[in-house]
Every structure is written in C-alpha cells, then in structure tokens.
C-alpha cells in the first residue's frame, strides 16, 4: 500500500521540523514537502500532489482560511487545520471547517504536550486520506432549522427522564449541526462527544448555541443534564454522565487518552449506559476508529435505543462502521433522517 503523502503548511520552522519527525515514525505516512506561506505551498500542491494537507491559520502573506477557500474552489484536498490555541483562533479554525477543513488540531505547546498531538495528528491525517470530500459551503448564520413536524410534540411528552448521548469525530461538527439545529426546544437532555482540542469546543458550543432552539453550552463538572439543553465535551477533558437520586449530571476529568482520544466517545457511552441504561438513547456518527463501538454495545445491552449514521452520508465511515460490526445498533440512518430516527425511537420506548 502507498503511504499517505503529507505537505505540511506553516509559517514557524520549528512546528515543521516537529510535524515531519513526528510523521516520519510511521510507514504509512511519508511528509513529501513543507512550506512556509500559502504562495510556496500551492506551487508545491502542483509539483507534489499531497493526499493530505496540515494548514496553519494564520501565516505571512495570505492567512490560512483564505488560502483554504481558494483550494475548495480550484484543487480540493483534505486538509487539517493546526491553529494554536486562541479564541480568535477557535473561531477562524470552525470558519475553515465550514469552509471545507475535516478536522482541526491544536498545535504542541500548552494544554497539548508533542507526545499527544503526535498520536492526534497521526490519526487524524489517516482520518483524512480515506475522507469522502463532499463540501458545499456552510452558512455561518443559519437560522434553526426545526419546523414543528407532527409526531415530535408527542414523542416528547414522557421524556423528561431520558437522555440523548452523541458522538462523532472526523466531519462531526457539520454533522452534529444538521442534527442539533433539528432539535426542538423540549427535547431531552443531550449529552456530546466531538473530538476537538480545548478552546475549539467552546467556540463550537457557542456556534451552535446561536444557530439551535436548545440551549448548547460546553459542559462544566457536575452540570445537570436537562431536557432543552445539549452540553459538549471540554476538548482535552472525558465527560461522564452519572446519576443522583433523580437527576442526571456530568462529571468532567482529566486521565489517559482512550482509543487514542480525549474527550472519549467511549467513556461518555459507558457511563451513559452504567447510570441511563433503557432511558437513554446512543448516536454513533461520522469519524474514523473505533471510538464509541463498545460504549454503545454496552449502551444497547442495557436497554438503550441505538443509532449509526449510514455510510453514504459519513465523511468517514469508521466508527459506524465499527459499531455495526459489534453488533451494537439498532437502526442505520442517513444524517437527514437521523432526528426522525431519535424522535421515532423516543416514540417507540416512551
């Protein structure tokens, strides 16, 4: 099999010298080329022809994001954007996945140490080579989506002790949108794992705050998990969902990567399971590995409704896939049809 071959677009030489030592560890990837602004690096797309492009935001010349929009247009190649972690970053890094950007890592140094944004990296890069490229532009403001459909209101009624647990990864922040924007103001508490560094979940939430008829919020230790609100995972922190008495929280802790991811979809369905059992319902989406797989077969064991976006509408079918192979899903359903698939099987299991 040919390696991945990998251009690397960043302005600081010492961010090149750690990305190509780091990749060079690994059989499957081979670094092709670097460059230092966005001018050399398109000559370089031509000469070299990369698989995958690593694209820093802000660069001498022409940023980041434009360079990105101009590539969409006329050359398009999956691309990870590697931004430091600012919140003028954030924002700019989920304009550039709305723009077209699979993924989005945070650049060594700070809450990221090199030995986990190696792994990071690594996996995202093999995340992005076998992506299915299907950009259409994203409107930043788009308005909330959900239209009253009949039936919703009466799925919704004995509810308030449900919850809803969702994972994704690569393409998920799209995708999670599509979802979240369809769901209405009384829907069960919602509980999300996108894998995103720190600092990028918050501005994430905060989008999708602005665009959706619940509440979404990136989530703080011991919030309460309530119905009209979604919480996100902190990016670098697990999320866990326990119960007291009546009431649904979240605990949010540090501790090891899992399945080469922190937050972890896994560790967010295993507690969903342990603590929501038959009252929850689990949404594995879009993204590579096998994050989630075994969360969720837990989550069906115990009860739980359980549903994977298809293959033709994933960015990435790897951890769907890997769900569907153990045996863990219910129903299969493209992305447009999964908020009728979570309200039919809220239906189904009131």
């Known amino acids: 099999m040919k390696p991945i071959k990998v251009l ?26 670097t460059a230092p602004d966005p001018y050399i690096a398109r000559d370089k797309i ?6 995958v492009l690593t694209l820093d935001i802000e660069m001498p010349r022409m940023d980041g994001l434009s360079f990105l ?28 996945i709305e723009g077209g950007a699979l993924e989005v890592l945070a650049k060594p140094g700070g809450a990221y140490s090199v030995g986990d944004m190696s792994i990071q990296l690594v996996e995202k890069i093999r995340a992005a080579a076998s992506a299915r490229l299907t950009h259409q532009p994203s409107a930043r403001n788009t308005q909330p989506q959900w239209t009253g459909k009949a039936g919703f209101s009466a799925a919704l009624k004995e509810t308030t002790n449900k919850v809803i647990a969702m994972g994704a990864s690569t393409g998920g922040t799209e995708a999670l949108k599509r979802v979240l924007t369809q769901m209405p103001p009384n829907s069960p508490g919602i509980v999300v794992v996108q894998h995103m560094p720190p600092r990028f979940t918050t501005a994430f939430a905060d989008r999708l705050n602005g665009l959706c008829h619940i509440e979404v919020r990136e989530a703080k230790d011991g919030d309460s998990v ?18 007291s008495g ?3 929280y979240v605990e949010v802790k540090g501790g090891p990567l899992v399945c080469h991811q922190r937050p972890s979809v896994d560790v967010l369905f295993h507690s969903v399971a342990k603590y929501a059992g038959a009252n929850a319902l689990g949404v594995i989406m879009t993204g590579m590995g096998r994050d989630g797989a075994k ?16 293959e033709k509408s994933c960015v990435v079918f790897g951890m769907p896939k890997e769900a ?27």
């Open 8 to 33: 690397i677009v960043d302005d600081s030489a010492i961010v090149r010298k750690i990305f190509t030592q780091e990749l060079s560890k690994h059989e499957d990837i081979e670094v092709v080329g």
């Open 46 to 51: 031509v000469k070299l022809r990369p698989d």
């Open 69 to 96: 929009r101009k590539l969409m247009k006329y050359y398009p190649i999956p691309t990870i954007i590697v931004s430091s972690l600012t919140p003028k970053n954030s924002e700019m890094a989920l304009e550039a």
């Open 226 to 243: 309530v119905p009209g609100l979604a919480l996100i995972a902190p990016g670098n922190y697990h999320m866990l969902m326990k119960r």
């Open 246 to 248: 009546a009431r649904y």
């Open 295 to 310: 969360g969720l077969l837990e989550m069906r064991h115990a009860g739980a409704h359980t549903i994977a976006q298809d």
């Open 324 to 350: 569907i192979k153990e045996g863990a899903v219910d129903r299969i359903a493209p992305l447009e049809a999964i908020p009728d698939a979570i309200f039919a099987s809220l239906a189904s299991g009131a």
